[in-house]
């Protein structure tokens, strides 16, 4: 999987939004791009994912640049339980057979 | 959703004897099956690829003949710890998608916290 770099990371205020910034300048054009998180002593959990268009759910929004070089993970309303590690991971076209390559993500500290 | 379940959740072991370790897919077939191992304060790490009917893959640097995986059906894998030591300690996580397709989410189990003594 290509790489991609992330803040160690981040701290925000309970119900404040939250943008998880992910840079993946080596992303090519069939990469998918996924955002997974995982809270303390949990394995991980889904959060989002998509390839070229924004993308919305009940979680959070995933705001992809327009060269794809880049992307951002929303969490609209943060609450303590949203406290987590959040990792971007890039899912390429050729490898949907292959473990997922973890980088060490964002550490997403929410202040009540 | 698909729900992915790893049993146990935490194991207590003296060093030397072995350990299995659970990873089901509770609605949907895994033909492949992920199991990673994570260190305090560090990420997930891949230590091999399980096939259903044929034989896992290891990551480089990962002991095959310690971590031995079993993918006998559709919806279990195990992976057995063999002769453990403290250094074996870790969080292992096991993992499946419902395709190969690179849009198709991956489900994590819940981990398992090995501790050995």
């Known amino acids: 999987d290509a790489k991609t770099t992330q803040p160690n990371s981040m701290e925000s205020n309970e119900e404040e939004p939250v943008h998880l910034p992910c840079n993946h300048s080596?992303?090519?054009?069939?990469?998918?791009i996924h955002w997974y998180r995982q809270l303390p002593s949990q394995g991980p959990e889904y959060v989002i994912h998509g390839l070229t268009s924004n993308v919305n759910n009940r979680m959070a929004s995933l705001a992809i640049a327009e060269d794809r070089k880049s992307s951002t993970l929303i969490l609209h309303r943060a609450t303590l339980r949203d406290a987590a590690v959040y990792y971007c991971?890039?899912?390429?076209?050729?490898?949907?057979?292959?473990?997922?390559?973890f980088g060490k993500g964002t550490h997403l500290i929410i202040q009540p | 959703g698909a729900v992915v379940s790893q049993h146990p959740s935490w194991v207590i072991c003296k060093s030397g004897t072995s350990v299995k370790i659970e990873c089901r897919s509770l609605?949907?077939?895994?033909?492949?099956m992920f199991w990673y191992r994570q260190f305090p304060k560090q990420s997930l790490m891949l230590m091999a690829t399980?096939?259903?009917?044929?034989?896992?893959?290891?990551e480089q640097g990962v002991e095959k003949d310690k971590f031995l995986i079993n993918h006998a059906s559709l919806t279990l894998s195990t992976l057995t710890v063999t002769s453990a030591h403290p250094e074996d300690s870790s969080f292992y996580i096991c993992?499946?998608?419902?395709?190969?397709?690179?849009?198709?989410?991956?489900?994590f189990g819940q981990g398992t916290r090995l501790t050995v003594v």
């Open positions: 991971i890039l899912v390429y076209s050729g490898g949907g057979a292959d473990g997922l390559t």
């Open positions: 080596t992303i090519s054009g069939t990469d998918y």
């Open positions: 993992s499946a998608r419902r395709s190969i397709y690179p849009q198709e989410l991956a489900f």
């Open positions: 399980s096939n259903e009917g044929s034989k896992a893959t290891y």
């Open positions: 609605d949907f077939q895994a033909t492949t």
